[in-house]
């Protein structure tokens, strides 16, 4: 069973760097593996997604540039390169995966299955 769980979170500096990463708790890596982040008050929106076959990867348009989203094959681990960050990318960082193609950050409920999260504060 797949079953994610982040790490990586911190509290960090504007401009300062994270790298978060995810496993996907099983052998098998899922065709698509995405993150996700809530911010208080805020809906959870989609980041970045990969294919992990092909490393294709698509980015929102809010971190493009700055947020860089890549798969380990080898050892089975998704990462997030957060670069630059923002008190505005404080949120609530969560790994999603799902095995259905193609990839894409909508709609979120296509993703099946979720890790607990893993929280970043940037403060300014």
């Not at 982040?37 to 700055?66: F, L, Y």
Request: some cysteine.
């Amino acid at each position: 069973e797949v079953r994610p769980v982040e790490s990586g979170g911190g509290s960090v500096q504007a401009g300062e760097s994270l790298t978060l990463s995810c496993t996907p708790g099983e052998e098998y890596s899922p065709n698509c593996m995405s993150w996700f982040r809530q911010g208080p008050g805020k809906e959870r929106e989609g980041v970045a997604w990969i294919r992990t076959a092909t490393g294709d990867t698509g980015v929102a348009a809010s971190v493009e540039g700055r947020f860089t989203i890549s798969h380990d094959s080898d050892r089975n681990i998704l990462f997030l390169r957060m670069n630059s960050l923002r008190p505005e990318d404080t949120a609530m960082y969560y790994c999603a995966a799902d095995f259905r193609l193609p990839c894409s950050l909508s709609p979120k409920g296509r993703y099946n299955y979720w890790g607990q999260g893993t929280q970043v504060t940037v403060s300014s």
